[in-house]
């Protein structure tokens, strides 16, 4: 079964950054598109970025310019380097292909202070 793993939350004040990672077993990250979603407390999963398997970003708007999706296809592992963080960027965060077809990770979470 397909396992994914993400790392790298954290407590961090506005304006701060962290460089979440999404490890996957018996699943390659390099075939199709994938990309990171979050949920806030009391909100529901929203997609916020995603790249395909030929490596082109996309982004909701909500992040747009402060996050950055890449993938590093030998070590099987993607990332998000988030940048300039807002409160509101408090929540917690999960990988999966665009579709959210695999089993949903324990995520990690990323809170943001003002």
């Known amino acids: 079964q397909v396992q994914l793993v993400e790392s790298g939350g954290g407590l961090v004040q506005a304006g701060g950054s962290l460089r979440l990672s999404c490890t996957a077993s018996r699943i390659g990250l390099g075939t199709g598109a994938v990309g990171w979603f979050r949920q806030a407390p009391g909100q529901a999963r929203d997609y916020i970025a995603q790249?395909?398997?030929?490596?082109?970003?996309n982004y909701a708007s909500s992040v747009k310019g402060r996050f950055t999706i890449s993938r590093d296809t030998g070590k099987n592992t993607m990332f998000l380097q988030m940048n300039s963080l807002k409160p509101e960027d408090t929540a917690i965060y999960y990988c999966?292909?665009?579709?959210?077809?695999?089993?949903w990770g324990q995520g990690t979470q990323v809170s943001v202070s003002s």
């Open positions: 790249i395909t398997s030929g490596g082109k970003a």
């Open positions: 999966n292909n665009v579709r959210q077809s695999w089993p």
